[in-house]
């Protein structure tokens, strides 16, 4: 019987990931809503966007404690005051976003046709500055960190709402973005699939692994290890390191193409961002 | 006549070197397994007296019963995607996180649980 257990865990494994020659996000998407689906019956969709905090009782009591005095609050402030802050040529982040840049961040990443890249929030908030004259911000935390909080906190209970365009440049960076959630890396050999997909809400050591469905919900999020607000892909990079691989550089193509694929996979997931995580 | 009392005692005292040796590579095998830089085997596998284990992989135990042949245990610590393409245990001797001498302290130790 444990052997048979074993097999079928195999068999889930491999056919996680072994990815299809053919880029079919939605499939992609649905495959790992099923395999989610039937390893906790008991949540729904929308809670993924609790993270680890949906799956253990204990936690999540804890979380909701330090909820109650949102430890991003300053950082959601601040935030605005620079949002809202005009540039020396006068004109203001406003001008850059659709909206003002109001209730929007559910359909970051976008992939834009005419540069062939993915455009993540963050990165929009540079292009926006360096086309105004002004110097780009550092990419993990402090005042672009702040921005987005910002903007995050303006989308809660948008539903996410990724596109993929029909544009070969498009399907490759989610392709890209796909092969690096599903590729081992590092000296211990490990996928953010084996993590957050495969052995999803197991115990390594004392911290319950989150399912990478609710990954891109609450970002940037307070981190107590962090002390500070940080940006998604500043987590990427620690998790990059925690397997004692080389992480890529913040906004690189290759993180941008990452963030494509893994908020498409929560698309109709509500955002809830900022959060907090321990 | 002197020579032959030395080289009884040395005879004498051989196992008990040895067993000493044994007794070495046994508590080095439990901390390069404990050791977050090294085995960090806790991450994901409850053994012995090791705090904050992990639930990832089957408790360490019993482990004379269960691999009777010392061959099998080295290679699942070796690399454990031999025997299971999509596991989540990293492959400590294949990508060097652990020496040869290394590994086989920690299958002494383990050989104790």
Not at chain 1, 62 to 91: H, S
Request: with cysteine.
């Amino acid at each position: 019987m444990k052997g048979l257990t074993c097999l079928s865990a195999m068999l889930v494994g491999s056919l996680l990931i072994s990815a299809p020659a053919i880029a079919d996000p939605q499939s992609d998407s649905d495959d790992v809503r099923a395999f989610f689906q039937k390893r906790f019956s008991n949540i729904t969709l929308e809670d993924y966007a609790d993270g680890a905090y949906a799956l253990n009782e204990n936690a999540r009591m804890q979380w909701e404690e330090i909820e109650e005095f949102p430890p991003y609050e300053d950082a959601v402030d601040e935030g605005m005051v620079l949002f809202e802050t005009p540039f020396a040529n006068g004109k203001s982040y406003a001008s850059c976003f659709p909206n003002g840049g109001i209730g929007i961040k559910q359909d970051y990443p976008k992939y834009d046709i005419e540069t062939q890249q993915v455009i993540t929030v963050e990165f929009a908030i540079n292009q926006c500055r360096t086309s105004n004259g002004e110097t780009a911000l550092p990419y993990g935390q402090g005042e672009l960190a702040y921005v987005s909080a910002y903007m995050a906190s303006t989308s809660r209970e948008n539903l996410i709402n990724v596109v993929i365009p029909d544009d070969d440049g498009a399907l490759a960076a989610y392709e890209a973005g796909k092969k690096m959630f599903y590729e081992r890396k590092g000296q211990l050999n490990l996928a953010c699939a084996t993590c957050h997909i495969s052995i999803a809400g197991g115990q390594l050591r004392a911290e319950i692994t989150s399912p990478a469905l609710g990954h891109t919900t609450h970002f940037p999020a307070f981190r107590f290890g962090w002390d500070d607000i940080g940006t998604l892909q500043k987590r990427y990079a620690g998790c990059n390191k925690q397997v004692r691989a080389k992480p890529f550089a913040l906004q690189s193509e290759e993180y941008r193409n990452l963030e494509y694929f893994h908020t498409f996979m929560a698309n109709g997931l509500p955002l809830n961002g900022p959060g907090s995580r321990k | 006549m002197k020579k032959l009392t030395q080289l009884i005692t040395a005879i004498l005292l051989l196992p008990l070197l040895l067993s000493t040796a044994h007794a070495d590579s046994v508590s080095e095998g439990k901390e390069i397994s404990f050791d977050r830089k090294k085995g960090n085997c806790l991450a994901c596998h409850v053994m012995d007296d090791g705090e904050l284990a992990g639930l990832i992989g089957p408790p360490l135990i019993m482990m004379k019963v269960r691999f009777p042949e010392r061959a099998v245990l080295r290679a699942q610590i070796w690399d454990a995607t031999v025997r299971n393409p999509a596991t989540s245990m990293p492959p400590y001797g294949k990508h060097r996180m652990l020496t040869e001498e290394e590994i086989d302290k920690v299958v002494d130790y383990l050989y104790t649980l």
